[in-house]
């Protein structure tokens, strides 16, 4: 391995344990031409909402995902991010804890299974959500919506229907 590729992957293994969101920030500006340096960057817990929101503009996929997966990232970026082209990027958008309700609802009416499962296992659901959920034709997300923590309690909030 050469001098540069050794400083290069030094500060790579720097970044990945790097506490100072400004210094995250400072990194994320500078011009690269490898990705794997925001890559790092956006999966960092201590990166900036400002800073995360910048990434999910890439790009690249993986850094999308990173971003998507990210526990700092903010609601604003995660329906941003929801409206992706990129059905890994929406995955990883309904599995993140800080997802708003309005942004899983929208989530839960996408057409591939695997989000709307993703959807059905995310504790912050709101009760239409899990309504809708469970009228789905898929029974891998009905499954997940009746696994769901709160389905007991949604289940007394269903009004039982005339025929």
């Known amino acids: 391995m050469g001098v540069f590729a050794k400083a290069y992957q030094s500060q ?29 960057i956006a999966q960092n817990p201590h990166t ?22 990210n526990p700092n990232t903010s609601r604003r970026t995660l329906h941003k991010l929801s409206k992706d ?5 929406k995955i990883f958008v309904a599995r993140n804890p800080n997802t708003s309700r309005k942004t899983l609802h929208y989530l ?3 057409a591939i299974t695997d ?18 959920l469970l009228n789905n034709w ?17 289940a007394k909030r269903i009004k039982p229907s005339k025929f």
């Open 108 to 110: 839960a009416k996408y």
């Open 12 to 40: 790579l293994e720097s970044l990945e344990k790097e506490t100072n969101p400004k210094i995250l920030d400072y990194w994320a500006r500078r011009p690269s031409g490898y990705p794997k340096r925001n890559y790092i």
């Open 138 to 154: 898929d029974y891998r997300v009905i499954t997940a919506a009746l696994k769901h923590p709160k389905s007991q309690d949604y």
């Open 48 to 69: 900036s909402k400002k800073t995360l929101h910048k990434l999910s503009k890439s790009c690249i996929t993986s850094i999308r995902v990173a971003v998507a997966m």
């Open 115 to 132: 989000v709307r499962v993703q959807v059905a296992k995310n504790n912050n659901i709101s009760f239409r959500t899990w309504n809708l």
């Open 85 to 89: 082209n990129d059905t890994e990027v």
